[in-house]
Every structure is written in structure tokens, then in C-alpha cells.
């Protein structure tokens, strides 16, 4: 017979066995539902039973952080890596994610500096922290103040062809880990001196869908309320971002969303959620385009079709074809471009 673990007794308080990893389990489980207060309430408390366990810590600041509590995500990580706890080069990772959130740009530059003179970084990661060590000394010696608003003229001319001393240079950087971090570090700014290079960039096909979505993203948030040409997918489109909706309430995601949902949520969630979470990369990567077919119903159902394949599924197009009361021909035609819009990278820093 398997000998039962004695009860835990701090302060008064009873810890029953295994209590510790069922908080530590239901947490984390949370966390990968999206559910991060309760995930950081359950991970806070499996703490207070295993304070230096690793995996209860890292779930708390991955937590921490998907809840915008960058704070609370810093201070725990610095704490992890000065006890040494957890795989070290992965808490430094972790870390200056967090930094990078809070724009703490002479902190990353101090802790990868710190990384290179003790020689703690091996061969494989060095290009990784030398991107992030290059961009942040950038970012820690231009950054500006903010001109203040209340001086700049509503006529400000956003014209690509117009000169401006406030630059991104865009154009001239590669790596799209480097360009997401820099179009990020602009969400606290005031957007406006960057308008001119901001066009440009839209209006360019080189310029990345993903990145051109953030964008405009800012300039809608900013209430920019000038006329912009955006160029995707060799596809050009007039818009202006104060009228745009925003880039998870566009109408037609909503109505993929309902038609998944009515036949999917029920009899398989676990498909649905696939679905969904493709429809949405798909419709983020071409905002604010709308993308042929015009059909909403051949989008739901090659979104499901994809789905089930990803899944190692299959469902007959004439099926789906019925079931959505949509021509199999459109059904291809918006398979072919999910296809084209999943092989898009996402920045991953």
C-alpha cells in the first residue's frame, strides 16, 4: 500500500497533500484558456504552499503579463533570476520580454551587456540578443519627447513625399522581431510627427501585413482622421482610421464567427476554437481589406474545411458546400488565399 503524504501545517493553517499541484495545474490550465486572474489567483496561492518552484513561478509571470500587469511580471522574473531559479537564459528571456513592454530600454541594454562580458550567451542565441541589445540602445539614445499637441496644426500634411526630423526608418530594417518593437514603442507616443514615414510605409507593397495592421491600429487610436492608401496582397484601398472598425469587430469576422459558432461550438468546440482562431490571424493580417470571395459563408466554411485538415480531418468541399449553401467554388477560392495569408510570419520576440 502506498504510503499517504503527511498533512502540512504553517501557521495554524492545514495544507492538505497535493494541494500545491492541483492549484498549480488548474493555474496553468487557466492560463492556456485565457483566463488570467483566475490563473494568477490559483498560481499566487500554489506560491504560498512551494515558494521556489519554477513552474508555479513562470506560469505567475506569464500570467502576470498576459493581465498587463507588467509590474508585478517584472519584479517576479528579476526575483527568479537573482535566486537562480528556473532555466536561466529562459528567465532572461522572459525578462526582457517584460522590459520591452515597459519601453525600459537602458535596463535591456544594462542586463545584455552584463550576459556578454560574463559570456553567459552560447553561440545559437547570440544573433537573438544582439538584435534586441542593437535595437534598444537605439531606442534608449533617440528616444524624444513628445512635441506637445496642443501646438501642431490640424492641417498637418501626412504626404509621403513630405520631409520630417522624427523617423522610424522602417524600410531599413529586416528583422520583423526588430520592426514590431519599434512600431510598439510608438503606442505611448504622439503618433503624428511619424505620419509621413507611416504612409509611406502603408502605401508600399514591401511593407509586412502584420505590421501595416498595428499601424493602423495607432493611427485609429490616435483619431487620425486623414485619407491613407494601404496596399496588401498587390491590392489597394483608401482608408481613413478614425472611420475604420476595429481590427476584432470587423463585421464580417463576426459573421464567420456566428456561422462557426451555430455549427460547430456545440458538436466540437475544440474544432471551433481552431476555426475561429484562424479565422481571426486571417482577418488581422488583412485589415482592412475585403478579400474575395465576398461570400461569408465560402470564408466559415474553408476556415472550417482548414481547421479539420490541420487536424488530421477531412471533410468533403460538397459537404461543406451544403451545409454552408455556399458554391464549392468559392469555398477554393477562399482556401487558396487562407493558404497564402497562413504562410505570413508573425514577430515572435
Keep these: 500500500m502506498k504510503k499517504r503524504e503527511p498533512v502540512k501545517r504553517i501557521d495554524n493553517v492545514i495544507f492538505f497533500p497535493g494541494l500545491e499541484k492541483r492549484l498549480t495545474d488548474k493555474g496553468l490550465e487557466n492560463l492556456e484558456k485565457k483566463k488570467f486572474n483566475e490563473a494568477i489567483n490559483l498560481l499566487e496561492e500554489a506560491r504560498e504552499h512551494d515558494p521556489d518552484n519554477d513552474e508555479i513561478l513562470i506560469g505567475l509571470v506569464l500570467a502576470y503579463f498576459e493581465a498587463s500587469s507588467f509590474q508585478k511580471a517584472k519584479a517576479l522574473a528579476k526575483e527568479m533570476l537573482h535566486k537562480g531559479i528556473g532555466d536561466y537564459l529562459q ?28 559570456k553567459e550567451i552560447p553561440p545559437e542565441k547570440y544573433d537573438h540578443f544582439l538584435t534586441i541589445l542593437q535595437f534598444s540602445r537605439r531606442m534608449a539614445e533617440n528616444r524624444q519627447p513628445d512635441p506637445d499637441p496642443d501646438t501642431e496644426s490640424n492641417t498637418y500634411d501626412i504626404t509621403p513625399e513630405k520631409t520630417n526630423v522624427y523617423e522610424l526608418n522602417l524600410f531599413s530594417i529586416d528583422n520583423l522581431n526588430e520592426q514590431m518593437l519599434l512600431v510598439s514603442s510608438l503606442a505611448e507616443k504622439n503618433i503624428r510627427p511619424y505620419l509621413p514615414e507611416i504612409a509611406e510605409y502603408l502605401a508600399a507593397e514591401a511593407g509586412h501585413p502584420f505590421l501595416k495592421t498595428i499601424l493602423l491600429s495607432l493611427l485609429k487610436e490616435q483619431e487620425i482622421d486623414r485619407e491613407l492608401s494601404v496596399m496588401k496582397f498587390e491590392m489597394e484601398k483608401k482608408v481613413i482610421p478614425t472611420h475604420l472598425p476595429e481590427v476584432r469587430e470587423e463585421p464580417r469576422l463576426k459573421e464567420v464567427k456566428a456561422l462557426l459558432e ?15 482562431r484562424m479565422a481571426e490571424r486571417n482577418f488581422f493580417i488583412s485589415y482592412p481589406l475585403e478579400l474575395q470571395p465576398k461570400s461569408t459563408a465560402a470564408w466559415a466554411a474553408a476556415f472550417h474545411h482548414l481547421a479539420e ?7 468533403e468541399l460538397h459537404y461543406l458546400s451544403g451545409e454552408y449553401e455556399v458554391q464549392v467554388e468559392e469555398i477554393e477560392e477562399a482556401i487558396a488565399m487562407i493558404e497564402v495569408i497562413e504562410k505570413i510570419s508573425y514577430p515572435n520576440i
Design 262 to 276: 451555430a455549427r460547430l461550438e456545440s458538436e466540437n468546440p475544440v474544432l471551433f476554437e481552431n476555426s475561429f
Design 91 to 118: 528567465m532572461v528571456d522572459l525578462y526582457l520580454t517584460v522590459l520591452i513592454q515597459l519601453h525600459e530600454y537602458q535596463e535591456i541594454v544594462a542586463t545584455i551587456e552584463v550576459l556578454l562580458e560574463e
Design 309 to 315: 485538415y490541420y487536424l488530421g480531418m477531412d471533410t
